[in-house]
């Protein structure tokens, strides 16, 4: 991994779609927590895959089916390599959601009643909804971290609650926020959960695209993140476990290829990762995540971190100027991501979504998918901005115009509220 600060103006040549016009103006895109681009390289990884190898993988024995199995079990090894795990330990799912579902499904069968699951306000409806349905299904108890007015997981009020306890079984939390960009401060959740014998599972899908990721150092047992934030395909997502613990838990769904043997008076399970991957996988978009994985690799993830870090720092400096932006998140961008939300005036976020993109900026507008989180700050809905490593400081600029552009369209006199 090379460690030289980002050529950005040669990453986003490598980026097709940055070249597009909306309208009359040139493309802004600040939506990358929604989903981020995808360079040429992995367009055509996947569309040479299915050129030149297309077949079922496993189980096809001709030349197209021994090529296809190597091309798809080379991706898990490269993604495997990019978070520091082993092949065996990286399941591939259609993506972060469907990770998570598998780990509350599989995780939280062991769960009972009296027993404990512990998540936060600043999830993603994903890493909250799997674990109500799991404490429906067995009647374990559902708990949560509250949020400091800067949108950090209360630790303090955690404490005072004994929030995790040895009643605890399973904690889950997001590495970073895809509303407020605050951390989690993993080391010393891990540190709680492990006291009590809990499980740590962390929804990674605004970490691994962003920043150096290494299993054995980041304190979790399961770690879900999406290939399509991380400049992969679509319909491909990915679950890591500690080896011991994917042998420990039962299938998620049934079918076949995650089997070892059927009889119809019972079956036998495939060992992990194979367990958890029945039917026909994402093969060629796992073929372009092990390119995406691959180009970010060359251009280093600490240097894209810095990138991303100086970004959300101009971000939130321009940002401040305007006295009509409520900030959801912390204010200085020490120890935060890029995902960076806030309200304009009293205009409503869908309002001026709209009219950014009439300037070619594209912003998110809602509660993504984020809403116990904006209940807790007493807002329906926050405009959103995120970048990437093919950001530039100019396109904060563009922003910051259309801002102003937006307030004086709603007739709200910028610099007054």
């Known amino acids: 991994m090379t460690s030289d600060p980002i050529d950005v103006e040669r990453v986003r040549r490598d980026f097709p779609i940055l070249s597009r016009r909306i309208g009359p103006a040139e493309l802004v895109y600040l939506d990358s927590a929604n989903t981020a681009h995808k360079p040429a390289v992995v367009i055509e990884a996947e569309a040479q895959h299915y ?3 297309n077949a079922n993988v496993a189980r096809a024995m001709h030349t197209l089916g021994a090529e296809a199995t190597a091309a798809f079990e080379g991706a898990r090894g490269r993604v495997a390599a990019f978070v520091g795990a082993r092949p065996e330990e990286i399941v591939f799912t259609k993506n972060a959601t469907e990770a998570l579902n598998l780990a509350a499904h599989s995780l939280g069968a062991g769960l009972g009643p009296g027993d404990q699951v512990v998540v936060s306000l600043a999830e993603h409806h994903s890493n909250i909804v799997p674990w109500q349905m799991a404490c429906q299904r ?11 007015e800067e949108g950090r997981l209360d630790l303090e009020r955690a404490a ?7 009643r605890t079984k399973i904690v889950a939390v997001t590495w970073v926020s895809n509303v407020t960009g605050a951390v989690s401060p ?3 959740i891990a540190a709680q959960a492990r ?9 990674g899908s605004q970490g691994v695209p962003h920043r150096p990721c290494d299993v054995a150092e980041l304190g979790a047992d399961l770690l ?16 890591w476990g500690r080896s011991e613990l994917l042998e420990a838990m039962p299938p998620f769904l049934g079918g076949g290829e995650m089997i070892e043997v059927v009889r119809m008076e019972g079956s036998t399970y495939a060992r992990p990762p194979h367990r958890f991957e029945a039917g026909t996988p994402p093969i060629a978009q796992a073929v372009g995540l092990g390119a995406a994985v691959e180009y970010l690799s060359a251009w280093g993830m600490d240097a894209i971190a810095r990138h991303e870090a100086d970004i959300t720092a101009y971000a939130l400096d321009r940002l401040a100027e305007l006295p009509e932006v409520r900030l959801l998140g912390p204010a200085d961008p020490a120890d935060r991501g890029g995902a960076i939300a806030f309200g304009l005036a009293d205009l409503h976020p869908h309002d001026v979504m709209q009219v950014l993109d009439s300037y070619g900026v594209a912003v998110r507008g809602g509660h993504h998918c984020a809403r116990p989180l904006h209940r807790r700050f007493q807002m329906g809905a ?11 400081r100019g396109e904060i600029d563009r922003l910051i115009e259309a801002l102003i552009a937006t307030l004086e369209f709603f007739r709200v006199r910028p610099g007054r509220k």
């Open 51 to 53: 050129r030149c190898h």
């Open 138 to 148: 067995s009647g374990a108890e559902l708990r949560w971290f509250d949020l400091t």
């Open 160 to 166: 005072a609650e004994d929030l995790i306890n040895p």
């Open 186 to 188: 993993l080391a010393q």
């Open 195 to 203: 006291a009590v014998g809990a499980r740590l599972v962390v929804d």
């Open 224 to 239: 879900a993140f999406t290939g399509h934030k991380l400049a992969g395909p679509t319909g491909i997502g990915v679950l």
């Open 382 to 392: 926050s405009v959103r901005v995120s970048s990437y490593l093919y950001t530039t």
